[in-house]
């Protein structure tokens, strides 16, 4: 693992509670598992459109419960209210290294389960398959061997408190670029290029919690050694999801919700796999407070340097299995075609599952794809001219890979990829304090030495010269910030694209990006500069 990746604290936070309450004992914790209120909670409690279980209310297809007042609408581009997906404006999006909470990007896909007693929440884990015993562990209430319940308390008292600062990325970041320059329309909700945010995650290892219930279970160290290369992780979120109904009718039970799964190598690391694994997180805090709603609260899942749609938000199961889930989001989405692929005739089995990122940048500032400078503006030289012809204009920008490859660096380019100029990295930003909560600073008052400008030269005896060891301290799995003074020749077009570790890169034709379902869209990101006469009574 990259050094400063993880930081570890005993010191936690988890006892506060959104109610306020304070937690019950471990003992208390463990009785729950056989009290009769928990049983009844297990297999659900139906009241009209609502469902509780494990300390989590569900709303069944009713948005009259969402949590509007932890939103603010007026930083967010709202792409639907109902399931709630909202990005940040991008100029907002891209002031500060950590994304603050009330500017990440939202993404659901049906209401938002409330959790108002966090004392009575408990997350089932499931390692009845390393016992022998067969079966997908979705059997709600199940209390049998191998099925183990923890309260936020006692995960709190168990593991170490851990924070992993890293971004996450929704696969439809971009989408709406997509069908715009490709002029073929794709199914999915649309967004701009702010489906991304960098965040400080707080809580624990999922490696920590599989290890301690299995060995609780009774397995065998030495089996977690050898376990065979198709177990995987099933996650399952308290959310009520449309996409899942259908199976109301085929099992008579209530539908599971949102779900996503993970390799065991991916999580425990394995002797067959080397390199890192990365710090798969049960997340109780986000930028050094409890989760809101909207992102999980109590306990998500966060994956880093994978695609979003993999961090179970209200998370409340886990489950080893043969092979990834079966679940709507794992075999009917987020997975990626051919241009050729058409929805209609489309086979589900032929794609895997989407995991890790591709590489990925877009500029927030100029925050459109088309920038419209008036011919005034122009000639009064609101921006600084290089000379007779050109003008300088700032560009700012985020870039991000997956599978913890870090950013070397980024081409931004004035004439449509005719020329390029390095931009200037910004990894990250030491004026923020432990919990990124400072207030919002503006972009051009980074600190010099967060900086990293490849192949321009430095200030003699500056370490920062040598990009191998600038990005030993770097994290691979946070996004960085980049900045350009860019000469163009308006009209014209601003190209950027990334470079990560890998050197892979950004492909120019957005035509060979597209697919039917319009995710991983990572082509070249442009913005088109026109000059028009624009209204000459304002100037
Ligand atoms: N339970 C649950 N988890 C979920 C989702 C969901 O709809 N339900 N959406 C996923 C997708 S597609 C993304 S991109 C991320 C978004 O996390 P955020 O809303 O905290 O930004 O959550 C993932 N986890
Ligand atoms: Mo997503």
């Known amino acids: 693992m990259q050094l400063d990746t993880v930081s570890r604290s005993v010191g936690s936070l988890v006892a506060e509670t959104r109610s306020g309450r304070s937690e019950q004992s471990d003992s208390d914790a463990r009785d729950a598992n056989v009290s009769r209120r928990s049983r009844v909670e297990c297999f659900g409690n139906y009241d009209g459109m609502q469902r509780s279980f494990q300390g989590y209310i569900q709303f069944i297809d009713d948005y009259s419960h969402e949590p509007v007042g932890d939103r603010r609408h007026d930083m967010l581009n709202v792409q639907k209210e109902q399931p709630?997906?909202?990005?940040?404006?991008?100029?907002?999006?891209?002031?500060?290294?950590?994304?603050?909470?009330?500017?990440?990007?939202?993404?659901?896909?049906?209401?938002?389960?409330?959790?108002?007693?966090?004392?009575?929440?408990?997350?089932?884990?499931?390692?009845?398959?390393?016992?022998?015993?067969?079966?997908?562990?979705?059997?709600?209430?199940?209390?049998?061997?191998?099925?183990?319940?923890?309260?936020?308390?006692?995960?709190?008292?168990?593991?170490?408190?851990?924070?992993?600062?890293?971004?996450?990325?929704?696969?439809?970041?971009?989408?709406?670029?997509?069908?715009?320059?490709?002029?073929?329309?794709?199914?999915?909700?649309?967004?701009?290029?702010?489906?991304?945010?960098?965040?400080?995650?707080?809580?624990?290892?999922?490696?920590?919690?599989?290890?301690?219930?299995?060995?609780?279970?009774?397995?065998?160290?030495?089996?977690?050694?050898?376990?065979?290369?198709?177990?995987?992780?099933?996650?399952?979120?308290?959310?009520?999801?449309?996409?899942?109904?259908?199976?109301?009718?085929?099992?008579?039970?209530?539908?599971?919700?949102?779900?996503?799964?993970?390799?065991?190598?991916?999580?425990?690391?394995?002797?067959?796999?080397?390199?890192?694994?990365?710090?798969?997180?049960?997340?109780?805090?986000?930028?050094?407070?409890?989760?809101?709603?909207?992102?999980?609260?109590?306990?998500?899942?966060?994956?880093?340097?994978?695609?979003?749609?993999?961090?179970?938000?209200?998370?409340?199961?886990?489950?080893?299995?043969?092979?990834?889930?079966?679940?709507?989001?794992?075999?009917?989405?987020?997975?990626?075609?051919?241009?050729?692929?058409?929805?209609?005739?489309?086979?589900?089995?032929?794609?895997?599952?989407?995991?890790?990122?591709?590489v990925q940048c877009a500029a927030c500032v100029p925050s459109g794809r088309i920038w419209k400078l008036w011919r005034q503006q122009q000639q009064r030289q609101v921006y600084r001219r290089a000379d007779q012809a050109s003008m300088l204009v700032p560009v700012w920008g985020y870039a991000y890979s997956g599978g913890g490859r870090r950013i070397i660096r980024v081409d931004v380019s004035g004439d449509s990829g005719a020329s390029w100029t390095v931009a200037r990295l910004i990894f990250h930003s030491k004026n923020v304090d432990e919990h990124g909560l400072q207030p919002i600073s503006s972009p051009t008052r980074t600190a010099e030495s967060d900086c990293y400008t490849p192949g321009l030269e430095r200030p003699t005896g500056n370490a920062d010269n040598n990009m191998a060891l600038h990005l030993a301290t770097v994290n691979g799995y946070a996004w960085c910030r980049w900045y350009a003074a860019l000469s163009i020749r308006p009209p014209c077009e601003i190209w950027c694209r990334a470079v990560d570790e890998a050197a892979n890169t950004q492909p120019d034709d957005v035509r060979g990006c597209w697919n039917f379902r319009g995710v991983a869209h990572n082509s070249t990101y442009r913005i088109q500069v026109d000059v028009s006469d624009g209204p000459q009574a304002r100037l």
Request: charged share 20%.
């Open 84 to 358: 709630f997906n909202a990005e940040p404006k991008p100029h907002l999006l891209i002031r500060e290294h950590r994304t603050p909470t009330a500017l990440f990007y939202v993404r659901s896909h049906g209401s938002v389960p409330a959790c108002p007693d966090a004392t009575r929440f408990r997350l089932q884990v499931d390692v009845g398959l390393a016992l022998g015993l067969e079966g997908t562990g979705r059997n709600e209430g199940a209390q049998g061997r191998g099925v183990h319940q923890w309260s936020l308390i006692a995960l709190q008292q168990q593991f170490q408190f851990t924070e992993v600062e890293a971004c996450l990325q929704c696969a439809g970041n971009r989408r709406t670029e997509l069908v715009e320059r490709t002029k073929r329309p794709v199914k999915g909700v649309g967004w701009h290029q702010a489906a991304i945010g960098n965040a400080l995650w707080g809580g624990f290892l999922l490696a920590d919690v599989l290890r301690a219930t299995l060995q609780r279970a009774g397995v065998d160290e030495r089996q977690l050694e050898v376990m065979p290369s198709d177990v995987f992780i099933e996650l399952e979120g308290a959310d009520w999801v449309p996409e899942e109904e259908w199976r109301r009718k085929a099992t008579g039970r209530p539908p599971p919700g949102y779900m996503a799964s993970l390799s065991w190598s991916m999580v425990m690391g394995s002797a067959s796999k080397a390199g890192a694994v990365p710090p798969v997180l049960l997340a109780t805090h986000m930028n050094g407070a409890p989760l809101t709603a909207d992102h999980g609260y109590p306990l998500r899942c966060v994956v880093p340097g994978v695609y979003g749609a993999r961090s179970v938000k209200w998370l409340w199961r886990l489950s080893l299995r043969r092979g990834h889930s079966d679940g709507f989001f794992v075999e009917r989405d987020y997975k990626v075609f051919s241009p050729a692929t058409e929805a209609a005739y489309v086979n589900w089995n032929a794609a895997p599952p989407l995991m890790e990122v591709n």
